[in-house]
């Protein structure tokens, strides 16, 4: 479990990162089944329900940006998800039942690796409660010079904002719009086999990797069981026996816990449908426009790896 520091840290900051849990085995079995995966996408020329492929990827270079529900495509990862010291510190944030929502595998190739724009996962899956958030395990050392997830610490408390553009989801907030203080993120750094957690209304992102390391960085969505989600939930296109095996830990549940959460449907959809990489396409300003971030010294001062 967590400790009671690391649960307070979470219930104020909206982040917390515990630190050598997964062992070396285990992240290189991990890593090696990603670098085959990457080798197999050698053979395709778009993304498919698998690969979620970058503009310039090719058979002679390939550039995968994300691996879509690694858990379907490799046990090792389930296997990860299922780790007990992992199991535990989501019971210690959301309870006993606790349902996996989505997973995907994150690459950011050294000198290369795209960034992600400013974002609140709430944004892109509101549900009757927020006991919701996600976990981002770090296959590789995540330092500030090669993207790690950055996080806005309290602002899980503040407004849900706008993620559309032109009437439009757009999976980003408009730095222009935003009354928000970027140069206050935090940039959540660790030695490999260790995870971070964010809130899903913790506005985060990433820059571009600027090293000459790769940064993969496995992400798990989790619920607790009562926290149903409003799109894409039994009857909408997805059966109770499919939402129900997602459940990872306790018991499922009809009954909902419905709370007074703030809430901005991410509708209608984006225009360019698929990750967060094609949604983001469509936002106009955009905050990563370079390829380092300007504070990037005072939010390595403000490393949250300890």
């Known amino acids: 479990m967590l400790t009671k520091e690391q649960v307070e840290q979470y219930r104020n900051d909206g982040y917390v990162v515990v630190t050598d849990v997964f062992s070396d085995d285990l992240v290189q079995r991990m890593r090696r089944v990603t670098d085959e ?4 996408s ?3 020329t778009a ?32 296997e990860a998800l299922t780790h007990p010291a992992l199991i535990a510190a989501l019971k210690s944030l959301l309870g006993p039942n606790l349902r996996v929502r989505n997973t995907k595998l994150n690459l950011k190739e ?37 993207g790690p997830l950055l996080v806005l610490p ?16 757009c999976g980003a907030m408009d730095p222009t719009a935003c009354d928000v203080d970027f140069a ?3 940039p959540c750094t660790g030695r490999a086999g260790s995870f971070s957690i964010h809130h899903a209304r913790t506005i985060h992102g990433s820059a571009e990797n600027t090293s000459n390391h790769p940064r993969r960085l496995l992400l798990y969505e989790v619920a607790a069981a009562d926290a149903w989600p409003l799109l894409d939930g039994p009857g909408q296109g997805r059966t109770l026996e499919a939402f129900n095996e997602r459940i990872i830990a306790g018991e499922p549940t009809i009954i909902p816990r419905v709370e007074p959460v703030p ?18 396409t469509s936002l106009k300003n955009r905050f990563f426009a ?6 990037a010294a005072t939010m390595q001062e403000r490393s949250c790896s300890n």
């Open 42 to 44: 050698r053979s395709i």
């Open 154 to 169: 309290g602002s899980h408390k503040g407004r849900v904002w706008s993620h559309h553009t032109d009437g439009y989801f």
């Open 37 to 40: 995966l990457v080798e197999r």
């Open 263 to 280: 809430v901005i449907m991410p509708l209608p959809p984006a225009p360019k449908q698929g990750s967060i990489y094609e949604n983001q």
């Open 290 to 295: 370079t390829t380092a971030t300007a504070n």
């Open 47 to 78: 993304s498919n329900d698998v690969f979620d492929l970058a503009p310039s990827h090719s058979a002679e270079r390939p550039r995968v940006r994300r691996i879509k529900d690694p858990i379907k495509v490799d046990p090792v990862f389930m």
């Open 110 to 146: 050294a000198h290369v690796g795209d960034p992600v724009e400013w974002h609140q996962d709430w944004a892109f899956y509101p549900h009757t409660n927020e006991d919701v958030l996600a976990v981002g395990v770090m296959l590789d050392d995540c330092e500030i010079e090669n």
């Open 184 to 186: 206050q993120a935090i």
